[in-house]
T-cell receptor
Framework: EPEVTQTPSHQVTQMGQEVILRCVPI?????FYWYRQILGQKVEFLVS????????KSEIFDDQFSVERPDGSNFTLKIRSTKLEDSAMYFC??????????FGDGTRLSIL | GENVEQHPSTLSVQEGDSAVIKCTYS??????FPWYKQELGKRPQLIID?????GEKKDQRIAVTLNKTAKHFSLHITETQPEDSAVYFC?????????????FGSGTQLTVLP
């Protein structure tokens, strides 16, 4: 069964540094998402992407965040200047039209 | 926007007993309600979902019920097994909009005691 894949599985970064989280959605999916889960808390929506542009974003997704689909397979989340409170598990998800979202295994981001 | 409340936050049951987790949602425009199981350090995995045109759906030991009028939906797990132990999240998704992102509940830590 095809899966959403995310790299790296764990990223440790100094506060203030830029970080890029990578995702390869399932190949025939059209809608892409990033979610965040702070340790012990619920999964929170960050941003959705469709037709090569952002379709929705939450209050969390401020100017420090950006997303890109640089080629036909990758979907990236960039955090420009990381803060301690950005430490969380970041999940990528994708779906086909009218189908459930499939999640990747996540990237654990630790900001020191 | 949508707000999803989930109860209880923790639930312990004896193996073989049933477990029920309840969620309420605020946006009457939501029409899709999935349930995800998340084991420690792993991805949320879809276990069952229901659309607003259906009141109940069952898949082996798992069932979900939906009351649109009251805006609540529940997960029922029968004959629980130790491997059912995990965090369970409910979610709601709006009917319209291109993004149709999920709004999650706060999660229920289910522990099945052998």
């Amino acid at each position: 069964e095809p899966e959403v894949t995310q790299t790296p599985s764990h990223q440790v970064t100094q506060m203030g540094q830029e970080v890029i989280l990578r995702c390869v959605p399932i190949s025939n999916h059209l809608y892409f998402y990033w979610y965040r889960q702070i340790l012990g808390q619920k999964v929170e929506f960050l941003v959705s992407f469709y037709n090569n542009e952002i379709s929705e974003k939450s209050e969390i997704f401020d100017d420090q965040f950006s997303v890109e689909r640089p080629d036909g397979s990758n979907f990236t989340l960039k955090i420009r200047s990381t803060k301690l409170e950005d430490s969380a598990m970041y999940f990528c998800a994708s779906r086909q039209t009218e189908q459930p979202q499939h999640f990747g295994d996540g990237t654990r981001l630790s900001i020191l | 926007g949508e707000n999803v409340e989930q109860h209880p936050s923790t639930l312990s049951v004896q193996e073989g007993d049933s477990a029920v987790i309840k969620c309420t949602y605020s946006d009457s425009a939501s029409n899709y309600f999935p349930w995800y199981k998340q084991e420690l350090g792993k991805r949320p995995q879809l276990i069952i979902d229901i659309r607003s045109n259906v009141g109940e759906k069952k898949d082996q030991r798992i069932a979900v019920t939906l009351n649109k009028t009251a805006k609540h939906f529940s997960l029922h797990i029968t004959e629980t097994q130790p491997e059912d132990s995990a965090v369970y999240f409910c979610a709601a998704r709006p009917r319209s909009g291109s993004a149709r992102q999920l709004t999650f509940g706060s999660g229920t830590q289910l522990t099945v005691l052998p």
